[in-house]
């Protein structure tokens, strides 16, 4: 930054941190990366494979209230 705005191509910082800002907005987003396997595939090939957690779902039902 300090070399850039010593051979004034920027007249400040502010300057400089907008072209950079505005060059990143040009560049195109990385494709979306599409999921391999199965999400049992995944669980089993993970690193917490054998951390025994409990993924088991949480039944919350919702309480009875009445109306009247």
Known sequence: MNA?????HFHD???LIEKALD???EKS???????Q?????????SPLRGAN???ERVRDYPR???LE
């Open 53 to 55: 957690l409990d993924l």
């Open 37 to 45: 396997g199965s999400l049992h595939e995944f669980f089993m090939n």
């Open 23 to 25: 060059a990143l907005d």
């Open 13 to 15: 910082v502010d300057e």
């Open 64 to 66: 009875a209230f009445d």
């Open 4 to 8: 850039q705005l010593q051979s004034r």
């Open 29 to 35: 987003p990385a494709p979306p990366v599409s999921p």
